[in-house]
């Protein structure tokens, strides 16, 4: 899904082992920038997501669309993710890899000249046969659908949780950023 979203059009998710040999994933798309795709990567967009709302392809090409539009034109809102931040970013049939912000305004020495930066380089914690050796990816732009925060915890992990000063719990991760309708503001 992010290569067939991107400027750069590239028919597979560009992966680069830290020591310069590229790898590359393949995604579940036949087309790419924003063309029609099957329904079948946009249902496995909404899966593998994890959110409840629907979320078609269409969508997610025409928030990568605005974004870069916006940045190409000086205007893109400020980086969500400083380098260091744990994110997970969504890379075709291998879904979300979690990863380490390594790099802002990235380039691939390979691109064309008039091709612009991508927002974020990721060093990958690992991939679907992991060689063993660090590899980073790319996000073509810095929307939720793309590159988001990653939790310590993914849902329906199974966690030890403080509930008072000596006393733990086994819980179940069921939901994030949970908030009840009468609970105060901040």
């Not at 993710?81 to 390594?102: I, Y």
């Not at 990721?122 to 679907?128: F, H, R």
Request: charge should be negative; hydrophobic fraction near 40%; charged fraction near 20%.
């Amino acid at each position: 899904m992010v290569a067939a979203l991107c400027r750069p059009r590239a028919l597979s998710l560009p992966i680069r082992s830290i020591s310069g040999q590229p790898r590359a994933l393949s995604l579940p798309l036949g087309s790419i920038c924003g063309q029609s795709v099957s329904s079948q990567a946009a249902g496995q967009l909404r899966r593998v997501s994890g959110q409840s709302q629907a979320v078609s392809n269409e969508q997610v090409a025409r928030a990568v669309t605005d974004w870069q539009d916006s940045a190409a034109a000086g205007k893109a809102p400020p980086l969500r993710f400083p380098v260091g931040t744990p994110v997970e970013c969504f890379a075709g049939d291998d879904g979300w890899l979690r990863g380490t912000v390594c790099a802002h305004q990235y380039r691939e020495p390979s691109w064309a000249a008039e091709l612009s930066t991508v927002p974020y380089q990721v060093l990958l914690d690992s991939m679907p046969g992991d060689t063993g050796e660090p590899s980073a990816i790319w996000a073509p732009a810095d929307v939720e659908e793309i590159v988001r925060a990653s939790f310590r915890f993914a849902l329906e992990d199974v966690a030890d949780c403080r509930v008072a000063q000596d006393e733990w719990v086994r819980c179940t991760v069921v939901g994030r950023y949970y908030r009840e309708k009468d609970w105060e503001e901040g």
